[in-house]
């Protein structure tokens, strides 16, 4: 089967990843790299072998190019988005999808306008830690599912990213930036999320860069670092979730656990793709650990990539979709407006694909 042809836009950090793993996509060929500072697409492209070098716009106008990687900074990522969808490929974005509601109903819009597909991270819930742990609810070994708990509660990045500000920017903080692996992967295991009730602040507001060759440098904060609430779903499970970049001791919480009436799920981290999935049924003392749907990889990233472009060529639902990421994006928001607001905030949008078979 023909490979799509793939421009990359962005090269920073975690591009790298990207490049090495769709290297040996069976569905995809990254032909080009862009970013703003040319220099860095010119470093990338001679690392991983790649041809063509352009400036962003550049890149939009080449005709042989299908689909834009997008892994440009959060406040990018929906114009990025716009713009590819306006020259007429489809997009697979990092998270969050955007950092305005408006922006992401824009972009949604938009994709349906060209008919065009829209993706977005995370794809992490893709992985066999997810997907064993959703086999299992699925298969009923905890009964149905009432209440979950996740929590990601540790110290900023500025303790070894060189550049880390847009952290702290508006569509940063601990919610907006890790905050999507966790709540895309309750919407997998779970479905539509549908009321948020929370408080967020900012509890730890001077901030330094530690390394790099801004070290030294103080951080401006300018959303919250730590957010704590309860988030009910459709089918009446609610979920306790803490996010905190305040939190420089640690803690020994797990990252995500799943409650039934027949027993619980220990959820490996959702900021990757393997890890134990371990159940405790009702009346036992001990957990189990159950075996993985298929084989587990540590740092898949991209795997959300190539299965947009296997659902595009069998013309089914992709399942890391924009439709997903936005929802996500949502719920994101209600955890701050239901602090500032005092009140429930009501959910509008729905989780989209969820069902299906475990993809390996």
Known sequence: ??????????????????????????VVE??????????KAKE???EFGI???????ELMKQEEIELIINLTIPAAHASVNQAALAA????????????????????????????????????????????????????????????????????????WHPDPEFFYAPGGGPMFDMGPYYLTALASLLGSMTRVSSSAGI?????????????????RVQTPTH????????????????????????SQLPRMEIYGTAGTLDIPDPNFFDGDVRLRRAGSDEYETLPPVFEPVNNDRGKGVNEMVQAIQENRPHRASGELAYHVLEVMHAFQRSSLEGKHVIIQSRAGYRQGSSDQ
């Open 203 to 219: 509890q730890m507001p001077d901030r330094v860069i530690h390394s790099g060759p801004k070290a030294g440098t103080p951080i």
């Open 88 to 159: 007429g490929k489809h997009v697979y974005a990092e998270k969050p999808f955007a950092v305005s509601l408006d922006d992401g109903r824009r972009t949604l819009e938009k994709a349906k306008e060209a008919g065009k597909r829209v993706g977005s991270a995370p794809d992490t819930f893709l992985g066999a830690g997810i997907e064993t742990a959703r086999h299992a609810i699925e298969s009923g070994l905890i009964g149905r599912p009432i209440a979950a708990s996740a929590f990601m509660m540790g110290a900023g990045p500025e303790s």
């Open 1 to 26: 089967m023909k490979r799509m042809k793939a421009g990359l836009v962005g090269c920073g950090n975690i591009s790298a990843i990207y490049l090495k793993n769709l290297k040996s996509s069976p």
């Open 30 to 39: 990254i032909v080009a790299c862009a970013d703003m500072v040319i220099e």
């Open 51 to 57: 041809v063509n070098v352009f400036t962003p716009e």
């Open 44 to 46: 990338r492209a001679e």
């Open 227 to 250: 957010l704590a609430g309860t988030v009910d779903f459709e089918n009446g499970a609610i979920a306790t979730m803490v996010t905190s970049f305040d939190i420089p001791g640690g």
